[in-house]
Nanobody
Framework: QVQLVESGGGSVQAGGSLRLSCAAS????????MGWFRQAPGKERERVAT???????SAVDSVKGRFTISKDNAKNTLYLQMNSLKPEDTAMYYC????????????????WGQGTQVTVSS
C-alpha cells in the first residue's frame, strides 16, 4: 500500500526555517517523481516544488531562493527545506508522487500525503 507521511510542520516566526519531510513506502521511490504542494484556507492548492527521478528540481517563483526540494532515495524520503519564511507561506503542505513529472506539475499525481501544517506569524 502506497503511503506518504509528511512531518516537520509547525509554527514559526517570519524569517524562520522549517524542514518538511515526506516518508514514502509501498512503491519504488527512486522511480517516482515527487512534489510539494500547499493549500491555505479559502485558496486553491498550489504547486510549490518538484523533483524528477534524476534529481532535477523546479520551484514556483514565490519560493525560489527560499525553499529547496530534495530527496534521499536510500531513506525513501522527500524533503522541503524552507528558509526565510513569510506569513503568506502559511498553509497545509502536502507531498505527492507519480511516475510522470507532468502529473506532478499539473497537480494530478496518483499519490498524496495527508499534509503537515505550517504556520508563519508576523
Amino acid at each position: 500500500q502506497v503511503q506518504l507521511v509528511e512531518s516537520g510542520g509547525g509554527s514559526v516566526q517570519a524569517g524562520g526555517s522549517l524542514r518538511l519531510s515526506c516518508a514514502a513506502s509501498g512503491f519504488t521511490f527512486s522511480a517516482y517523481c515527487m512534489g510539494w504542494f500547499r493549500q491555505a484556507p479559502g485558496k486553491e492548492r498550489e504547486r510549490v516544488a518538484t523533483i524528477n527521478i534524476d534529481g532535477t528540481t523546479s520551484a514556483v517563483d514565490s519560493v525560489k531562493g527560499r525553499f529547496t526540494i530534495s530527496k534521499d532515495n536510500a531513506k525513501n524520503t522527500l524533503y522541503l527545506q524552507m528558509n526565510s519564511l513569510k506569513p503568506e507561506d502559511t498553509a497545509m503542505y502536502y507531498c505527492a508522487a507519480d511516475r510522470r513529472i507532468v502529473s506532478i506539475w499539473l497537480g494530478t499525481a496518483n499519490y498524496w500525503g495527508q499534509g503537515t501544517q505550517v504556520t508563519v506569524s508576523s
